[in-house]
């Protein structure tokens, strides 16, 4: 194990170098505590906790704690265009995850700044979700911890660039790196982590859970795919997310079109585009969490390497045993 594996695993209070990422939808309370128990790290997805699983933050959070007594993370997407009213819900849920314990924060998105200064106050580790080298080198001189890499292979709205090119351009970087996206099975894990990565996150794997509560046909479309079943659309968020060529996907084709194009290459109006497109994507993820029928379902190009719904314990067990060789 390297030096940065265990430094990442003292960061997260983990024994194994596996992070369940935050998802919309997926990010259900006893999916987060099911990761951590089993020796994983699991992160909640704030917005998932309280509007799609219908938690009161703080009883989320304590309803996890029930559930295992090792650590987790929360996840804090900071949206510099969003408004206030957003801005002041993220602070008031940060100050309940430092008042409930909470030692790991992943940011997405806009500066950490602010996050980092309160979080080394109370001895939290933050991590980063970072696009490309620019924007990594900025966010390690912001004083994260560690950088979470999206790369392009990832579930949910996907990166920019491979998980070679990131260890490429920053393996001299000096704080833990994780691969995001792509990672399907133990051989992809032992992959990721003879490239230099200090650990991985995974969404789409743990997906297809026991414990994930996201529709059985879901978790069967992930079984059932391959690579190339995952198309890029976007319909959803503005940028590139991954989902499962499905016909609810092809609908219309896979690009926005030429008003929402348009807007989305005006500066000035691509907030609204996103906004609008964003508005639109989680009503039919909200649909397609727990309807059947409904099939947006987001996915990673690791699908071809994920064989059946297992209990997590089982999936974070297998991994496992490549860590031992
Ligand atoms: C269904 C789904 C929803 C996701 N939602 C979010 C989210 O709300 N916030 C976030 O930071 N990442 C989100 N992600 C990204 C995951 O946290 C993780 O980085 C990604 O799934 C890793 O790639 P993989 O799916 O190939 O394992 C989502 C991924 C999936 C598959």
């Known amino acids: 194990m390297t030096n940065l594996t265990q430094q990442f695993l003292a960061d997260t209070g983990a024994e194994v170098p596996i992070v369940c990422g935050p998802m919309y939808p997926g990010s259900n309370p006893e999916l987060v505590a099911a990761a951590s128990d089993a020796g994983a790290f699991g992160v909640v997805q704030p917005v998932a906790l309280t509007s799609l699983y219908g938690h009161d933050f703080r009883e989320g959070l304590q309803l996890i704690k029930k559930l295992t007594n090792k650590p987790f ?3 804090f997407t900071i949206f510099g265009g969003a408004n206030k009213k957003y801005h002041e819900q993220m602070k008031e849920w940060m100050q309940i995850s430092i008042e409930e314990g909470v030692k790991f924060f992943l940011t997405s998105l806009g500066k950490p700044h602010e996050i980092v200064k309160i979080a080394k106050q109370h001895g939290i580790k933050v991590y980063h979700d970072v696009p490309n080298k620019k924007v990594a080198l900025a966010m ?3 004083g994260v911890d560690g950088l979470n890499c999206i790369n392009w ?3 949910g709205q996907t990166g920019i660039q491979s998980a070679e090119q ?21 051989e992809d894990l032992q992959k990721a982590l003879a490239m230099g990565y200090a650990g991985v996150q995974m969404g ?8 994930c509560k996201v529709s059985e046909a879901y978790k069967k479309a992930i079984v059932d795919a391959v690579e190339a079943d995952i198309v890029w659309t976007n319909k959803i968020a503005g940028n590139n997310s991954s989902m499962i060529k499905t016909p609810d996907i092809m609908k219309g084709g896979l690009r926005t079109g030429p008003i929402i194009s348009y807007m989305l290459k ?5 907030k609204y585009a996103r906004m609008y497109l964003m508005s639109q994507g989680l009503k039919k993820y909200n649909k397609a969490a727990f309807d059947d029928s409904v099939q947006w379902w987001q996915a990673g190009k690791g699908v071809g390497n994920i064989k059946s719904v297992e209990s997590v314990g089982d999936v974070v067990k297998s991994f496992q045993s490549v860590l031992s060789k």
């Open 153 to 155: 292979r990832g579930g």
């Open 140 to 142: 390690r001189d912001a």
């Open 166 to 186: 990131f260890m490429e351009e920053l393996h001299d970087i000096g704080i833990p790196l994780i691969c995001a996206g792509g990672i399907g099975n133990a």
């Open 73 to 75: 993370g929360v996840n």
């Open 204 to 211: 789409t794997r743990f997906l297809a859970t026991l414990e």
């Open 266 to 270: 005006k500066k000035s109006l691509k």
